[in-house]
């Protein structure tokens, strides 16, 4: 069974920093891509980041662009977010995804991380 667990979560003021973790467990993650995406209240989820497996792909939505930086850690079987310069706009429940890298929809998803910058 696929299982993508997030932590690091949390409140901040603006301009500070927080980093997520999401650890994946249940497969071979070779051939995927792991992301977060987020949803603020209201919203429609969005894509903020995601990090292929193998070969070091990596994409940023704009907003996020020179401030988050996502890494991970193939050993640990974990995907990190550096947030840094955090921003109110930024408050949203942070999601860990997986998919495929042939396919545009994320089929694993974790439970995700409450983010709160206040301002």
């Known amino acids: 069974q696929v299982q993508l667990v997030e932590s690091g979560g949390g409140l901040v003021q603006a301009g500070e920093s927080l980093t997520l973790a999401c650890t994946a467990s249940g497969r071979t993650f070779d051939n995927y891509v792991l992301g977060w995406l987020r949803q603020a209240p209201g919203k429609e989820r969005e894509f903020v980041s995601a990090?292929?497996?193998?070969?070091?792909?990596?994409y940023y939505a704009n907003s996020v662009k020179g401030r988050f930086a996502i890494s991970r850690d193939n050993a640990k079987n974990t995907v990190y977010l550096q947030m840094n310069s955090l921003k109110p706009e930024d408050s949203a429940v942070y999601f860990c995804a997986a998919r495929r890298v042939d396919l545009g929809t994320y089929r694993y998803w974790g439970q995700g991380t409450q983010v709160t910058v206040s301002s």
């Open positions: 990090i292929s497996w193998t070969g070091g792909m990596i």
